[in-house]
């Protein structure tokens, strides 16, 4: 009997040993993979607005448009001389409890795209 009683207790000190490590690494999987969301989801924005800034006739106004979180701020430059538009957007991390200690929690990304010449919609056309 004292045999089964003493691999009682080390089922349980295994345990002990074993299950913060498996908590931390599944804690740090899912923190990463909220990240790697965000930011791939902070990138597609920045094509939408760079999208819809390239194709417009007032670049700032259509940028901002197509973002409807006010957490996010909008950055659209505009190069003359190569006719190219760059869009940048940022967003804090929020995610306190796995980025606090990452520096400078702010997901930042910037799209480039030439101008192209303005969406018109023409109404006034007849489908034959």
């Known amino acids: 009997m004292t045999k089964r009683r ?19 690494s599944l804690t740090l999987f899912v923190g990463t993979t909220m990240l790697c969301l965000r930011f791939i989801a902070l990138h597609d924005i920045a094509r939408t607005a760079a999208r819809a800034a390239s194709t417009s006739l007032h670049p700032h106004d259509a940028a901002r448009s ?6 996010i701020t909008v950055r659209v430059s505009e190069d003359i001389a190569t006719d190219v538009i760059t869009v ?37 056309s007849t489908a034959e």
């Open 88 to 124: 940048t957007v940022q967003q804090s991390a929020g995610l306190w409890w796995f980025t606090r200690f990452l520096p400078g929690n702010i997901f930042q990304r910037s799209v480039s795209m030439m101008r192209e010449a303005p969406i018109v919609f023409n109404t006034n």
């Open 6 to 24: 003493s691999q009682r207790g080390q089922s349980t000190v295994e345990f002990a040993l074993v299950m913060p490590l498996f908590a931390l």
């Open 66 to 71: 197509v973002i409807s979180d006010n957490s």
